[in-house]
């Protein structure tokens, strides 16, 4: 189970650098579906497939949907640049990845400890359901309208305006302004 862990770990943290470091928007997304899949196998590891259910489903599934929605909706570019450089150097890779490597092997090796004891309810939905609606109101609600929000702001942000009339780049002329070089035109 550790090493299961250990990998689900590692997972995690590569979507969560792919998240920072890519430069489309729609692979960073797939990394941040990476990251939400890895924290559903570590609730099944803790015994909690309720909320394992739902980690894949509202964000691995509706929030991950919704932050595409709002890629597409913003008009983000669908073509990458080619990169002058890579996002770490070559001569940072291996030393970077050395201390990567000790640290997981010092987490896999190291003294385990005993998880904390938790109660046969732990993750169903019932106390899933209690705890949301009780003690965890407020903050729920908030999500929910920073959500609301979010949502608002990107369909006002990727709403087209209408196409301005020709002549929006000339000054406003004043009262008689434009009368008289008529009538300068005329004579």
């Known amino acids: 189970m550790a090493v299961l862990f250990g990998v689900v770990a590692c997972l995690a943290l590569a979507g969560g650098v792919g998240v920072i470091a890519s430069r489309r928007p729609v692979h960073s997304v797939l990394a941040l579906l990476l990251v939400l899949g890895s924290l559903a196998v570590d609730y099944l590891l803790l015994d909690a497939q309720f909320i394992a ?21 913003l008009h983000a570019r669908s073509g990458e640049e080619a990169r002058a450089h890579a996002v770490l150097p070559p001569a940072a890779a291996i030393p ?33 359901g209690r705890a949301l609606f009780s003690r965890f109101l407020l903050p729920f609600e908030a999500a929910s309208i920073v959500l609301l929000i979010g949502m608002i702001g990107a369909v006002v942000l990727g709403k087209r305006l209408p196409p301005s009339p020709p002549d929006a780049g000339r000054p406003v002329e004043g009262p008689g302004e434009g009368r ?6 005329l004579r």
Request: charged share 10%; glycine share 10%; with cysteine.
């Open 53 to 73: 259910v739902l980690q894949l489903i509202i964000y691995g599934g509706a929030i991950v949907v919704l932050f595409v929605f709002v890629i597409m909706l």
């Open 96 to 128: 970077v990845c050395a201390a990567f490597g000790l640290i997981l092997l010092a987490v896999l090796t190291g003294a385990a400890i005993a998880p904390a004891a938790v109660g046969p309810a732990f993750g169903t939905v019932q106390e899933v």
């Open 180 to 185: 008289s070089k008529r009538r300068v035109e």
